[in-house]
C-alpha cells in the first residue's frame, strides 16, 4: 500500500498525559498537512511542512501542540499535557507542490482522553 | 459567517433517484474547489475537482458558480453505496489552510434508501 499511514489508528489516554502521533506520506509527496476532526465538523487545518519546513500552524495549534517533519519525511504531532478537548480524529494528508495540490489522507488517529 | 457552509442533512433519497447538494462560500478570492467523499470513521477520500466549466464524471456532475460563490453536486442514479457524508472544500489561498488554504464544510451527509 502506498498511500498515506497513520500510527496509531487508536489512542486512549489519560488526561494530562502526553501522546505523540506518527504519520508517513507519500513517498514522493513534498507537502504534508496535519488535521483535527470532531464528530459532525469537517476537517480543521492544524499545520502544515513543505519538505522540513514547517511553514504555517493554525491558532487552533496550542503551545501544547507541537509537529516534527525532521528529514522531510514522515512526521510526529505531539500533544503535551492532553485535556478532554483534544478527544478528536488526527488526520494527516500529503500532496505534491509541483502537481494539481490535490491532499490525499491518511486513515487518522482517533484519540481519546479520558 | 462560516467560510463553507453546507446544509447538514441527513439527505434520505431513494436508491435510484438523483440529488443535489449545494455548498456556498464566502471568500470571492477562492480559486480551487474539490468535492470530497467521507465514509463514517474513514478519511475523506477525493471525489472531484469543480472546475469553472462544469465537469462530469459518471453519474456525478460538479457546477460552479463565482457570481453567487456556490458549488453544486449532482449524483444520478444513486447506489446503496453512495451514503456517505460530502465534504465541499475550497481553496482560498489565504485560509489559514496552509499553502493549498483548503477549507472544509461540516458535510452533508447522504443515506440511499433501498
Known sequence: DTGVSQNPRHKITKRGQNVTFRCDPISEHNRLYWYRQTLGQGPEFLTYFQNEAQLEKSRLLSDRFSAERPKGSFSTLEIQRTEQGDSAMYLCASSYSGGAYTQYFGPGTRLTVL | ?114
Not at chain 2, 449545494?22 to 467523499?37: D, E, G, I, L, P
Open chain 2, 1 to 114: 459567517r462560516k467560510e463553507v457552509e453546507q446544509d447538514p442533512g441527513p439527505f434520505n433519497v431513494p436508491e435510484g433517484a438523483t440529488v443535489a447538494f449545494n455548498c456556498t462560500y464566502s471568500n470571492s478570492a477562492s480559486q480551487s474547489f474539490f468535492w470530497y467523499r467521507q465514509d463514517c470513521r474513514k478519511e475523506p477520500k477525493l471525489l472531484m475537482s469543480v472546475y469553472s466549466s462544469g465537469n462530469e464524471d459518471g453519474r456525478f456532475t460538479a457546477q460552479l458558480n463565482r457570481a453567487s460563490q456556490y458549488i453544486s453536486l449532482l449524483i444520478r442514479d444513486s447506489k446503496l453505496s453512495d451514503s456517505a457524508t460530502y465534504l465541499c472544500v475550497v481553496n482560498s489561498g489565504q485560509s489559514g489552510g496552509g499553502a493549498d488554504g483548503l477549507t472544509f464544510g461540516k458535510g452533508t451527509h447522504l443515506i440511499i434508501q433501498p
